[in-house]
């Protein structure tokens, strides 16, 4: 159960990419974000890591937003600050949800080693 608690971050930045790709109409980028968690029931090592990259990736997928509607708001002299700080957020809780893999609790799920205890067993 101690696993299920850390990966919330993990799930919810794989939910706000799924609604943000489904804001732009981009299905097929909604459904694999919407799935990307489910890569976790692989209990291999590069499991976590494919998690992650994802998550670096959509981090970077939220700056790039971040740039097109600042500069769409000040091209049209829309308030913009506040949608930054809002999506810079976003940005920094997406790429601090790739994080939670580095805990020893999390990597010895995903050690590959079929000895060493799962699911908060350890400590």
């Known amino acids: 159960m101690q696993v299920f608690w850390r990966l919330i971050p993990v799930l919810l930045s794989a939910m706000l990419m799924a609604a943000h790709f489904s804001r ?3 299905t097929v980028l909604m459904l694999l974000s919407l799935a990307l968690p489910l890569v976790l029931l692989i209990r291999q090592p590069w499991a976590p ?3 992650q990259l994802a998550l670096l990736i959509a981090g970077f997928e939220w700056l790039r937003t971040l740039w097109q509607i600042a500069v769409r708001r000040m091209e049209s002299g829309q308030p913009w600050l506040r949608m ?3 999506l ?6 997406t790429w601090a949800s790739a994080l939670v893999f580095r805990s ?13 205890p799962a699911d908060g067993e350890a400590g």
């Not at 810079?88 to 809780?93: E, M, Q, S």
């Not at 020893?104 to 060493?116: C, L, N, Q």
């Open 24 to 26: 732009a109409g981009t």
């Open 49 to 51: 890591r494919l998690v």
């Open 84 to 86: 930054a700080l809002i």
């Open 88 to 93: 810079g957020v976003v940005t920094l809780f």
């Open 104 to 116: 020893p609790v999390m990597r010895t799920v995903w050690s590959g080693d079929e000895s060493a």
